[in-house]
């Protein structure tokens, strides 16, 4: 071992004296700083290679105890025991030569690195490998992941590596999301908002067809690709979208704190959780970080759309919050009711919509209703086109019949409290549309979920805390990536007559 000491010792001054010359090289073609950059920088991370590999080799040779205990067995290390393989590192791939201790009761057991989870080794990467890979693989398709990696550090995990550091960090992710301390610095109104998007999935016949071994063949030919296109059978799609879509389920918690003037600053501390599981599965870890943040002792207002899967569920977790009715979705119904007794796009039909909308901004929601009914009683049963606005019109009453305890906009308004959910709306884009959502994309709905959670936590600003989260475990990999797990949705193709 001391041997590999000194070889080691020998490489960094090699590279460190690769490095001076460099910089103080004359040459001509050394003129340019781009070229010095480019090189310099090369040269540097196999200075980081040499400097890693004296580390390690250090640490290998520090004499412990032959005998040990580890999660319940005795092992026992052999002098001349060793096992050498790659330890991928932020600078690249280093020999890793180190002892391994064998099972005392079972000889032909499983041997233990002792050495690698000393040194916090996860599956033969260094932890910030995964962390960098991984936190690139959140914010782009896992092919540019690896190619931005490589850009900067010369080097890249294999795709499957690349699959396994996101299976395994996933579901950390949602643990440490769940158990991240409160902030220092919150407001005094809590905030809940909750709304859906889907991303794209794999069905079961194409992820059959895709595990299919292929032949490799010669390059189809551009009659070939015709002739298979004409051939294939094409179905009329209903309207609506086409995309075998899975809903992810988003909740957004952050607080507003009520400055001494009155004035009502914020979003501060926004934290985003989402699941593709259920609504229910949501709220469950909504009500984590709710209380966390302060629900029961806070004001809390809760901002939702008209869905009845989250309202009944709002009722359900957060009886003490504030329910409100998104704003939007509430004006858009008035707008599709003022078009069933004036003509489109008409000065009339603007007027009203406008003098219903200042009506419940006020809190005079009764006289809307009332309003509405009156329209309602005078459009005829029968006539050209009578039934259809008869019953958007109906649809409208009833909607904000149903919903009346959730349009407290002018109690929310003087309090200057939010009464639209445009944090959840811009958070569904980021979160779900930019990364999940992109063309040509199907995903399996294990992945898809881990990602989720990944891209939770870039977007909550804790990667860092993450990062030290995960320093502090025995993390490791998975031997193989998760197999897709297909999801058949609705068909959203049209019957045929």
Not at 92 to 103: A, E, K, L, S
Not at 431 to 450: A, F, I, N, P, T
């Amino acid at each position: 071992m001391s041997n590999t000491i000194t070889e080691a010792k020998k490489n960094v001054e090699k590279a460190i004296g690769a490095v001076v010359e460099i910089v103080e090289s004359g040459d001509g073609d050394m003129r340019k700083l781009h070229e010095v950059e480019t090189r310099l920088w090369s040269l540097l991370l196999a200075l980081g290679r040499s400097l890693i590999a004296l580390y390690l080799s250090r640490r290998a040779s520090r004499k412990g105890s032959e005998f040990y205990k580890h999660e319940g067995g005795r092992y026992f290390v052999f002098k001349r025991d060793q096992r050498s393989s790659k330890l991928g590192t932020i600078f690249g791939n280093v020999w890793f030569t180190r002892p391994v201790g064998r099972p005392i009761s079972n000889g032909r057991g499983a041997s233990d690195l002792f050495v690698d989870r000393a040194l916090g080794v996860v599956s033969g990467f260094s932890l910030m490998v995964v962390l960098h890979l991984t936190r690139l693989s959140a914010q782009m398709p896992f092919a540019r992941a690896r190619k931005t990696f490589r850009d900067f550090v010369e080097w890249s995990p294999s795709p499957r590596a690349t699959l396994r550091m996101v299976d395994a960090l996933g579901p950390q992710a949602l643990e440490y999301m769940l158990r991240a301390p409160c902030p220092d610095d919150d407001g005094e109104v809590l905030v809940i908002e909750c709304d859906a998007g889907g991303n794209p999935t794999i069905t079961p016949s194409e992820y059959e067809k895709r595990c299919q071994p292929k032949n490799k063949q010669k390059p189809a030919t551009r009659e070939a690709r015709k002739a298979q296109r004409e051939s294939h059978e094409e179905r009329e799609r209903a309207k609506g979208k086409s995309k075998n879509s899975k809903a992810a389920i988003i909740g957004v918690v952050y607080t507003l704190r009520i400055n001494k003037d009155g004035s009502v600053e914020g979003p501060l501390n926004k934290r985003v959780i989402a699941t593709h599981d259920s609504h229910e599965e949501l709220f469950k870890l909504l009500e984590v970080v709710a209380k966390k943040r302060g629900y029961g002792k806070k004001k809390t207002v809760f901002l939702s759309d008209g869905s009845l899967h989250i309202l009944g569920r709002q009722r359900r977790f957060f009886p003490d919050a504030i329910p409100c009715l998104d704003w939007c979705h509430a004006t858009e119904y008035i707008w599709k009711a003022c078009g069933c007794f004036h003509e489109e796009r008409s000065e009339e039909l603007t007027k009203t919509a406008q003098r219903l909308k200042k009506q419940m901004l006020s809190g005079d929601i009764d006289g809307v209703i009332e309003f509405l009914q009156t329209k309602f009683a005078g459009i005829p049963k029968k006539g050209p086109g009578n039934k259809g606005r008869r019953e958007r019109l109906e649809k409208t009453i009833d909607y904000l019949n149903n919903n009346k305890d959730r349009l407290q906009y002018a109690e929310l308004k003087k309090a200057g409290l939010p009464i639209g959910s445009g944090v959840v709306e811009g958070t569904i884009r980021n979160l779900v549309r930019q990364r999940l959502d992109c063309s040509g994309m199907r995903w399996g709905l294990d992945r898809s979920e881990h990602v989720l959670h990944l891209r939770c936590v870039f977007l909550n600003s804790q990667w860092g805390a993450f990062a030290e989260h995960l320093n502090s475990k025995n993390l490791s990999l998975p031997s193989q990536p998760q197999k897709a797990r297909p999801y058949d949705a609705k068909p959203m193709c049209a019957k045929s007559a």
